[in-house]
């Protein structure tokens, strides 16, 4: 184990060195096929196959191996997550300190967001708030959600969208957050917009902890960009600290975080932590998913403007049939006899991997996965399982959404003292 640091968790003093610039990595690899894409992972735009290993070395994170999961499972007394189990959250800082901290009785609490860019979700954007409410239950812990609408208005590149239209489509964001089952008396979702008054002080402390050079090298800002994308990223960072919510947890409180995200956004909380250490405060823990593809495989970004490329939370059964159907990239062979012969490639097969997302028969996964390769199984009886299991969860989910009222957003966004 390292040498604990000032700030009470393992590490060094610095990790933003292991940072590519740009805030993320290039690997200067193409993909497979001639003249593929050079695969890219920064905040603001992720392309090609992305090598997981590789990404934990450039970043300098940790793999979440079974025993890990085991110790989560012991430690919690739940079971582990589908997510977790199937190393879709596969990537981790400090979550050792959260657990040891937690078997000595010793509470945290959790920290995770979203950049209101569209008024629906797609499946991606659920992936980190299942994962997330997973881990309130489990660990019994509060939770704050930042709705990042300024940042959102300041990267724009659409000049018809007004600052009015973010902080619109975070409220209905939030909605749809809130569908996804978060206790009330434990959780407080927030707008920059509304709160950043509250969380001033300590992005003033950041802002003057982190120089111009570090953000520029972190983030591949540019002299021609606006001043406000280079003092987001304090922005961001100030809710890793629980002395950030006076309101939320007292003046002086300065309880432990783990956030749970897409690994892209990593380079965010490597600026924080760095940030943590000169401010003498405990560096957030974090634990990293891997990225939800487009229904047209890793080469394509899903996008709220393209609707062919994913999935959205307010579509019907009958949209979801036809663009499973229609755009889904499968990892069948060319031809029925040869799908018979070689068998088809999970891996790359998008139904299939949907379904590891979403379902939760671990026997189903293990028994579609095995007669796929062997070819008893093809992609349009794969497409059928991913589809059935698909309808039912956003069928879920648009219920409980037409649930959640202006009365119970007002409640989830008011600040007020959680149960801890």
């Known amino acids: 184990m390292a040498k604990e640091d000032s700030s009470g968790n393992e590490g060094t003093k610095s990790e933003t060195s292991a940072m590519s610039l740009e805030g993320g990595a290039r690997t200067g690899e193409e993909n497979g096929g001639g003249g593929g894409e050079e695969v890219v992972v920064t905040p603001w735009k992720v392309s090609g196959v992305v090598d997981y290993d590789k990404l934990i070395k450039e970043f300098g994170s940790k793999r979440i191996d079974h025993e890990l999961v085991e110790r989560i499972e012991?430690?919690?007394?739940?079971?582990?997550?589908?997510?977790?189990?199937?190393?879709?959250?596969?990537?981790?800082?400090?979550?050792?300190?959260?657990?040891?901290?937690?078997?000595?009785?010793?509470?945290?609490?959790?920290?995770?967001?979203?950049?209101?860019?569209?008024?629906?979700?797609?499946?991606?954007?659920?992936?980190?708030?299942?994962?997330?409410?997973?881990?309130?239950?489990?660990?019994?812990?509060?939770?704050?959600?930042?709705?990042?609408?300024?940042?959102?208005?300041?990267?724009?590149?659409?000049?018809?969208?007004?600052?009015?239209?973010?902080?619109?489509?975070?409220?209905?964001?939030?909605?749809?957050?809130?569908?996804?089952?978060?206790?009330?008396?434990?959780?407080?979702?927030?707008?920059?917009?509304?709160?950043?008054?509250?969380?001033?002080?300590?992005?003033?402390?950041?802002?003057?902890?982190?120089?111009y050079n570090q953000v520029k090298g972190i983030f591949g800002f540019t002299d021609s960009d606006n001043i406000g994308k280079h003092g987001f990223p304090a922005v961001q960072a100030a809710p890793s600290f629980s002395s950030s919510f006076p309101d939320i947890f007292g003046e002086k409180s300065d309880l432990p975080c783990l956030i749970p995200c897409a690994i892209d956004q990593d380079p965010y909380f490597r600026m924080t932590r760095d940030a943590a250490y000169r401010l003498k405060l405990k560096k957030p823990a974090l634990i990293h998913s891997k990225f939800f593809p487009a229904l047209q495989g890793d080469n394509t970004k899903m996008s709220?403007?393209?609707?062919?490329?994913?999935?959205?939370?307010?579509?019907?059964?009958?949209?979801?049939?036809?663009?499973?159907?229609k755009y889904a990239f499968s990892g069948g062979r060319a031809t029925l006899e040869e799908h018979r012969e070689l068998g088809g490639i999970v891996e790359v097969d998008i139904a299939y991997r949907y379904l590891t997302f979403f379902s939760d028969d671990d026997e189903l996964i293990e028994k579609l996965a095995d007669g796929y390769r062997k070819g008893e199984i093809l992609s349009g009886e794969m497409k059928q399982e991913c589809i059935k299991v698909l309808q039912d969860l956003v069928k879920q989910h648009q219920a409980r959404r037409a649930e959640v009222t202006d009365e119970t957003l007002k409640k989830f966004m008011t600040p007020r003292p959680l149960e801890r």
Not at 171 to 187: H, L, R, S
Not at 306 to 320: H, K, L, N, R
Request: proline residues 5%; glycine residues 6%.
């Open 74 to 211: 012991r430690v919690t007394g739940k079971p582990a997550h589908p997510l977790l189990r199937r190393g879709v959250f596969f990537s981790h800082r400090d979550l050792g300190y959260i657990l040891d901290m937690y078997e000595k009785g010793k509470k945290f609490f959790l920290y995770t967001g979203r950049g209101p860019s569209s008024r629906a979700l797609h499946l991606g954007h659920l992936i980190p708030f299942m994962f997330t409410k997973y881990l309130q239950e489990a660990f019994n812990v509060p939770l704050v959600i930042q709705l990042t609408d300024d940042e959102k208005f300041l990267f724009t590149q659409d000049p018809k969208k007004k600052l009015e239209d973010f902080y619109q489509m975070g409220k209905d964001n939030a909605k749809d957050i809130i569908a996804c089952g978060f206790d009330p008396e434990k959780t407080f979702i927030f707008s920059d917009l509304d709160y950043v008054g509250t969380m001033w002080k300590n992005i003033l402390k950041i802002q003057k902890a982190v120089t």
């Open 304 to 325: 709220a403007s393209d609707e062919t490329s994913a999935i959205f939370i307010t579509d019907t059964p009958a949209q979801i049939k036809k663009k499973v159907n």
